[in-house]
């Protein structure tokens, strides 16, 4: 089997190509199954912005496009339709709500900011960086406490803010692997941040914790370009470092 759960459209705003080349390029690349989940729109607070995830005025069409490929395509490759979503206290309830009303397969735990959607916010440049660990770990662990999410993506995203390995960054990262395994949520190692060049994640230092505590984990594309689907090289590089490292990888998982 050869999956990937974390592929974008450009409804995000910030991905490239058509719905079906995303689905074409897991073909040719030998996918199995194929995970469509695109940033999920949010009803807005004042000030916030969806500048980075799809309208909410656009979700209708992302249904009706994925399940028209989903029908197209279903003697070649399995596609899963999900969203990938923050935790945000205030809105939580109307986001199982959401789920339920456009039968989604599933939700990726994307925790990119926190309460609300600013670059203030954003963990990966965090404006309060002596409260990041504090904040990011917290709203981590809660998010997988409620049994929603089926896949914590790029837990190590915290080193783009903090990209320093020391007692506390490694103490968040236990506590985080920690609260997986208590709450059986898989990880993901996301290819997308080596896309980024900074080395900020995935993070080795994290991985290599992950690995200790048997964390079951998956590699997700992250793919904003149909071209990344068929980047084979960045899959197997990240296969035989995570078996090297004895990461608990495997391919398939149950959705919650």
């Given at each position: 089997m050869k999956i990937n759960y974390h592929t974008h459209t450009t409804r995000c705003k910030h991905a490239?190509?058509?719905?079906?080349?995303?689905?074409?390029?897991?073909?040719?690349?030998g996918y199995?199954?194929?995970g469509m989940s695109e940033h999920s729109p949010w009803v807005l607070h004042p000030g916030e912005t969806a500048a980075y995830r799809m309208e909410l005025?656009?979700?209708?069409?992302y249904m009706q496009s994925m399940?028209?490929?989903?029908?197209?395509?279903?003697?070649?490759?399995?596609?899963?339709?999900?969203?990938?979503?923050?935790?945000?206290?205030?809105?939580?309830?109307w986001l199982v709500d959401f789920k339920k009303q456009h039968a989604l397969d599933f939700i990726i735990f994307g925790n990119h900011n926190r309460d609300r959607i600013s670059y203030h916010t954003y963990y990966g440049d965090y404006h309060a960086?002596?409260?990041?660990?504090?904040?990011?770990?917290?709203?981590?662990?809660?998010?997988?406490?409620?049994?929603?999410y089926s896949i914590f993506a790029h837990p190590d995203l915290y080193f783009k803010t903090l990209n320093v390995?020391?007692?506390?960054?490694?103490?968040?990262?236990?506590?985080?692997?920690?609260?997986?395994?208590?709450?059986?949520?898989?990880?993901?190692?996301?290819?997308?941040?080596?896309?980024?060049?900074?080395?900020?994640?995935?993070?080795?230092?994290?991985?290599?914790?992950?690995?200790?505590n048997k964390n079951v984990t998956i590699i997700g594309?992250?793919?904003?370009d149909p071209?990344?689907?068929?980047?084979?090289?960045?899959?197997s590089d990240a296969q035989a470092y995570l078996h090297k490292i004895g990461v608990n990888l495997v391919e398939a998982i149950e959705f919650k």
């Open positions: 490239y190509g058509s719905d079906e080349a995303y689905v074409m390029a897991a073909i040719k690349a199995d199954e194929l005025e656009d979700m209708d069409d399940r028209t490929l989903r029908e197209k395509y279903k003697d070649q490759i399995t596609i899963h339709i999900g969203l990938e979503a923050e935790y945000f206290r205030d809105r939580f309830d960086p002596d409260l990041l660990l504090d904040h990011y770990v917290e709203d981590a662990i809660e998010a997988m406490s409620t049994g929603f390995v020391n007692q506390d960054t490694l103490a968040a990262a236990q506590a985080l692997c920690e609260a997986a395994n208590h709450y059986q949520v898989p990880l993901e190692y996301n290819l997308g941040g080596f896309r980024y060049g900074d080395n900020a994640y995935p993070k080795a230092a994290f991985w290599e914790i992950a690995a200790k594309v992250d793919a904003h071209d990344h689907l068929l980047d084979d090289k960045a899959r």
